[in-house]
């Protein structure tokens, strides 16, 4: 599981500046997710009025947390996990399409990045800020319940089985990408074709910035006690590129002296201990990209510059080495760069 922070779009505004956009450029924001959302559009040449696009934003948004908030009881997946059966369960076709890539990166990630973690998230209080560090036997009883392998998904109909029926699904990794997907889809659909989306630091550009400029997004150096702008992307391409960043520097916690990352490995049960300390995505579908910069941060620096270069992925990696932060860009982030 990866947790959200609002540090991509801190990085952005130090790029777009707090001024007043400019009269074919506005900007719409507000709470969503259990974050924020910042909208960038360019409106020259945009006949739906702003008050629409503003009243489908908020709706598009009200109807993805209707299906995938773990944090809402009456939400489709919530219901999903409070059915302990082996039988197959009818899940809509939004679902079925992110358990497939989650499936996916799952196998191709030699299982660390896996969407039945939360037991675990839960138990080391990452996901109500009460940390804490548990016992050996209090992982292992949970690490049987663990493991996309216990899900299974038809590859035809929009349905899954639980192998085990204690099993539990969390879609939050990939659901913000998701869901700046969708938004982006739907700014298409209202004739917006200018536009930065962004949820949590999650973000998806198109076209240009309302000068004709390509929109700039920038990376955050990973360090925990400062917030310092480490390094710019200009966004080159206007068909459309998901922007996603995850890091283990904003999310730990420190107990008699070691540090515990957010990110944990479902195999062990504990989180992860390597160097890597910031993945950044570049992709043209935003899920993809949001479940593969888990992924990638989960598995650590070596293992995840060999993944980025058999995926062929558009992938910057910041890591430790010795006392001083090295840069890895695979070939093809260097090659659209």
Known sequence: MKIKSVYGWLSIALLLGCQPPPPSETALSGEAQ????HIKLVMAGVATPLAEIRRQVSGTL?????QLSNYRDDSAISRLNNQETREWLPVSPEISGLLRIAQHVYERSNGCYDLTVKPLFDLWGFSRHQNRVPDGQEIARLLPHIGMALLEIDPVQPRIRKK??????DLSSIA???SVGVLAQRLDA???SNYLVEIGGEMVVKGRKSNGKDWRVG???????????GKILDITEQRGTAVMT?????????DHGKTYSHIINPKTGRPVTHHLLSVTVLHDDPAWADAWDTALL???EAEAMRIAEAEHLKVLLIYQQGQTLAEYASKAFAAGQ
């Not at 995850?246 to 420190?254: E, L, M, V």
């Open 34 to 37: 259990g974050t924020t959302y």
């Open 62 to 66: 009200a109807d993805i947390d209707a």
């Open 164 to 169: 085990d029926p204690l099993l539990k699904i």
């Open 176 to 178: 913000q990408g998701y």
């Open 190 to 192: 209202l004739g917006v």
């Open 219 to 229: 990376v955050e150096t990973p360090t925990p006690l400062s917030r310092e702008l």
């Open 246 to 254: 995850a890091g283990t520097y904003r999310h730990y916690f420190t």
């Open 298 to 300: 989960c598995v650590g």
